[in-house]
């Protein structure tokens, strides 16, 4: 145990050593670029939350084996490309993000044994007071903003618990966005060129879009639909409508596009990681479903589509 802790510490250190330097001065950025959680880590910290930390590099390769790495202020994550596992250790403690759910061990082994459960989640700390709600249209009211070029958007309460943000962008080169929730950013779009596509948004608390984009962009929030069904279908980014879960059986999964492909599951009994693949996917799976209601959360470049069997 003593052993793989010290495995873990000298690996972060020698990213830092090594590691070429964006324009922030992070470890593997690109320039202006800063650390993120992404794709299958970003699913994997809202699994296990505080335990994971923040990332202090941006996720990079492996050239050894093709797994790629990213250093936090608690530990390691890696993504296991042998098993399509997204990971995370502290040195001793473990989690993992498997095709059947969260999974939890101990000791030196850095891949799930097959009896590995999840851990008792611990219980949530007491909210702080609401921050005042800042001006704006009445709660419930879609919410519109339009803008061009790099821009700070002032603090907006959000329309509903869980909204959905719809981005559009008529630029050539890189178009992210940020969202700052009390302090704390999400990344929510990283693309180049022209964009349209969704993303969910939770909570009660103000939050401000953090915009880089070199043409005109609009955001629309608006709260999420209630009307949804299991099967969802559509072309590129989209976020489902509220659904009612059906029980858990083999579902069919299909992409033709040539980048990630990223399929979430989030249920009022928690969320999954469904798919997530780069490229071109026909494909089945049995999916598992919790206590509702649930909607889908897809991330791709292409047509797609999920149904039951």
């Known amino acids: 145990m003593r052993a793989f802790l010290l495995l873990v510490s000298a690996l972060t250190l020698l990213q830092a050593a090594v590691a070429p330097v964006g324009?922030?001065?992070?470890?593997?950025?690109?320039?202006?670029?800063?650390?993120s959680f992404q794709f299958g880590f970003a699913?994997?910290?809202?699994?296990?939350?505080?335990?994971m930390g923040e990332p202090t590099e941006c996720e990079h390769a492996n050239p050894e084996n093709g797994d790629t790495l990213q250093a936090t202020t608690t530990g390691l994550s890696f993504y296991r490309k042998s098993t399509n596992?997204?990971?995370?250790?502290?040195?001793?403690?473990?989690?993992?993000?498997?095709s059947t759910g969260l999974v939890f061990w101990t000791g030196e082994s850095i891949d799930p044994p097959g009896t590995a459960t999840a851990p008792p989640r611990p219980a949530p700390a007491?909210?702080?007071?609401?921050?005042?709600?800042?001006?704006?249209?009445?709660?419930?009211?879609?919410?519109?903003?339009?803008?061009?070029?790099?821009?700070?958007?002032?603090?907006?309460?959000?329309?509903?618990p869980v909204s959905v943000?719809?981005?559009?962008?008529?630029?050539?080169?890189?178009?992210?966005?940020?969202?700052?929730?009390?302090?704390?950013?999400?990344?929510?779009?990283?693309?180049?060129?022209?964009?349209?596509?969704?993303?969910?948004?939770?909570?009660n608390a103000p939050v401000t879009l953090d915009i880089d984009a070199d043409g005109p962009w609009t955001v629309r929030i608006e709260p999420i639909g209630t009307d949804g069904t299991p099967a969802f279908n559509g072309t590129?980014?989209?976020?489902?409508?509220?659904?009612?879960?059906?029980?858990?059986?083999?579902?069919?999964?299909?992409?033709?596009?040539?980048?990630?492909?990223?399929?979430?599951?989030?249920?009022?009994?928690?969320?999954?990681?469904?798919?997530?693949?780069?490229?071109?996917?026909?494909?089945?799976a049995v999916v598992q479903f919790t206590r509702g209601p649930c909607f889908w959360e897809v991330e791709a470049d292409g047509a797609w589509s999920l149904k039951p069997r």
């Open 23 to 35: 324009a922030q001065g992070a470890p593997f950025c690109p320039p202006g670029g800063a650390p």
């Open 165 to 203: 943000a719809t981005f559009t962008h008529d630029g050539s080169r890189n178009f992210i966005v940020t969202a700052y929730t009390t302090g704390r950013p999400s990344l929510l779009v990283n693309e180049i060129g022209r964009y349209r596509g969704q993303r969910p948004l939770s909570g």
């Open 85 to 98: 596992t997204p990971t995370f250790t502290d040195g001793f403690r473990h989690w993992g993000l498997t």
């Open 236 to 284: 590129g980014d989209a976020v489902s409508a509220l659904f009612t879960p059906p029980t858990t059986g083999p579902w069919e999964i299909a992409h033709s596009g040539t980048s990630n492909f990223i399929v979430s599951l989030h249920c009022a009994g928690g969320s999954r990681l469904v798919q997530n693949e780069i490229g071109r996917v026909q494909a089945s």
């Open 43 to 51: 699913a994997l910290k809202a699994q296990i939350g505080d335990a």
């Open 126 to 160: 007491a909210a702080p007071p609401a921050p005042a709600a800042p001006s704006g249209p009445p709660r419930g009211a879609p919410i519109t903003l339009t803008g061009r070029g790099q821009t700070a958007t002032e603090a907006v309460t959000l329309p509903a």
